[in-house]
C-alpha cells in the first residue's frame, strides 16, 4: 500500500528481456537502502526488488504488467518516480494506493501556468465511472486531483514542487501514462454491480 506521495526519482540503467518478462536495474537515491523482496512503487507500478547493487536495484516486470501499464515504454535514462510502502503509523499525506495499475492514459495538453502547470488526459471511457470531479488519482504513481471531467478526458493541477520532484517535468504529450483509480470508487461500482 501507498500514498501516491513520491519520495524520489530514479534513472533505468539497465533493461533486459527473459522469455515474456522484462527487467530493469534502476538507480536512485534510495537504491542502496532498500531490502531485497521489498514492494516498491515504480511509477505506481507495485515491483518487488531482488537484487541491489551500488545505488542501484532490480525489479521485473511480468506480461501481464507490461500490457497493462505504460512499463513497456521504458528506455535507459527514463525517469521513475519512486515510493516505498506506507508505514503504519505515517501520515496519509496522499490518498490509498495499491500501486495496481487500471489501465494507462494519453498526456494530450501541457499548459504553463505561470506559476503551476496543468495536464489534460485522454482514457478509456469504460473506465468513466471511477473517475469524479475533486476526486483522486495516482498518475504514474502521483495523488492528484481530479478537475475539468469529460466523458473520457480530466485535467490535473501540478504546483511547482511536485513538478520539479517527480517526473512530471519530462513528460510529453502522447506519452502514456500509468493510471490507478481510487480505491473507495471500484469498491463500491463493484457492489452496485452485484445488486
Request: with cysteine; charged share 20%; aromatic share 8%.
Amino acid at each position: 500500500m501507498f500514498t501516491g506521495i513520491v519520495e524520489t526519482t530514479g534513472k533505468i540503467v539497465q533493461i533486459s528481456a527473459a522469455g515474456t518478462n522484462k527487467t530493469f536495474w534502476i538507480e536512485s537515491p534510495l537504491s542502496s537502502s532498500f531490502k531485497v523482496d521489498q514492494s516498491v512503487s515504480h511509477d505506481g507500478v507495485c515491483l518487488t526488488v531482488e537484487a541491489i547493487r551500488d545505488k542501484q536495484h532490480k525489479v521485473t516486470a511480468i506480461l501481464e504488467t507490461l500490457n497493462k501499464t505504460a512499463l513497456n515504454t521504458w528506455t535507459e535514462n527514463t525517469s521513475v518516480n519512486i515510493e516505498r510502502s506506507l508505514q503504519v503509523n505515517s501520515r496519509l499525506d496522499g490518498h490509498f494506493v495499491q500501486g495496481h495499475v487500471d489501465t494507462t492514459a494519453v498526456c494530450d495538453k501541457i499548459e504553463n501556468k505561470n506559476g503551476s502547470y496543468e495536464y489534460s488526459f485522454s482514457f478509456p471511457g469504460e473506465h468513466a465511472p471511477l473517475v469524479i470531479e475533486k476526486g483522486s488519482i495516482c498518475i504514474n504513481g502521483v495523488s492528484l486531483t481530479v478537475f475539468d471531467l469529460k466523458e473520457d478526458s480530466f485535467k490535473v493541477a501540478i504546483i511547482p514542487y511536485t513538478f520539479e520532484h517527480t517526473n512530471f517535468q519530462s513528460l510529453k504529450t502522447g506519452q502514456r501514462v500509468n493510471i490507478e483509480f481510487d480505491m473507495i470508487g471500484k469498491y463500491i461500482l463493484r457492489k452496485l454491480s452485484l445488486k
